[in-house]
């Protein structure tokens, strides 16, 4: 006997959801911090924490993230 | 008809509708500012000073990485996310929760400050009166 049709919509529709929960996951583990500038011509420069400039942008935003405080929960 | 005089938004107004409305559009958004060409802050959340200093330093860094300035910049720390534009004598810079998406960030801040921009324009330039709504034939 096939199943319900609603139960395939179910099915189908965990299954996005169970991948993209993975992906978020997976994400957040192998994301490291980073800072990248980008420039008017389309190029990126990516400064890694431990050289000068990266060492000076995460001083800086680390000071406007502690300006902008925590999110309020809704 | 709407008189000239009723459209004009002073720029510190409509800076800080614009960041109320970037607010809206990304619930990540903890906190930003919204400055001018010489770096004045024109609004934000919480403390000016504080924000006006702070982006300063940061666009400092920024500009001195390279011989040409950054147009836009993203550090993602532990702690949250930093993301700072400069477009149309305007510059943005925001504060939100971790892994927000980059791409829309940097589109709504464009966008908002695009639209900044046009308002700003509006008020040095307010229309004539003739030029504001539809022409009515016959009128006047």
Redesign the interface.
Known sequence: MPPKPHRVLLDRVSGYADEAAAY?RR??VS?R????????NGCS?D?ADDST?GA???V??????E?????QKP | MADAATTEVAPGDAAEAALAFLGEMSPDLRGGAILDAGGAVLAASGDLERWREDAAVLFTVADRAAERPAEQLHVATEQGEVFALRHAGFAAVVVTERFALASLMFFDMRSTLRDLATACRRVENPPLAGEIGPSTPGEG
């Not at chain 1, 800086?60 to 993230?65: D, E, F, K, S």
């Open positions: 978020m994400r957040r994301r911090p980073f800072a990248r500038l980008y420039y008017p420069a400064h400039v000076e942008l995460f800086a935003a680390g000071r406007l993230i300006v902008a405080g925590k999110r």
